[in-house]
């Protein structure tokens, strides 16, 4: 069974100032499992010294995109390498605020987290439903597509994490009911399984969409999700940690 995972997403939130968040996430996380393991990843601009600032703790650090070249006639772009060399574990890709407002396909979000990988860093690839698509019951098919798109044929299936972050719960403080979840995550699981075999058992799959403190507990009790991808409740270290310390006591610390 994968560990546990609470990544906290800023998007473009976080100034010098906030680094206070992520000294205080550092200094209230809790003693948990070895498994159990918390990430938030920041805008650029603050990558180093959130990294500075988590040095030597459990807390990782990760980017929000990365380009797929490693260097390049690419300007305002960051490579993969650049964000590891800033101190970065982790990066999401494939956000669906990427796809919407970049136009990121299946195809560029596979790129880049075929390029995350050969960074060394762990790419979280984020799948979602729009609400048009949950409504008109495509919702299996267009995860289906997304994964089949976006998780590099190469991968380690421990070496990679996949969100399932349904359009309509982002930023909306409406959160998809258990059983859609359960459903969403069950079918994942079965596409890594058939993909990879017994090891696609061993890729975390984390739930995103309002994720609080208020629902976390519910959420986390579904089968086959390992953690949250948080996003506005990341951004306060009380909420963070709140979330991780329910994640602790749910899962404990798996
Ligand atoms: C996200 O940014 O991936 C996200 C899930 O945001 P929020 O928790 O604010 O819905």
Redesign the pocket.
Known sequence: MPGTLIAG?W?MHGFAADLQQIRDIVAGLPACGPRFEALICVPATLLSRASEAAFGSRLYIGGETCHPAVTGAFTGDISAEMLKDAGASHVIVG?SERRRYHGESDEDVQAQANAAIEAGLIPIICVGETLDQRESGATLEVISRQVAGSVPSGAWPDGIVIAY?PVW???TGRVALPEQIGEVHLFIRNLLLERFGQAGAATRLLY????SPANAEAILQVAHVNGG?????SLKAADFLSICRIACGTRAGT
């Open positions: 997403n998007k956000h972050e719960a982002i930023g995103g969409g309002s994720m991808l948080v996003g506005g409740a």
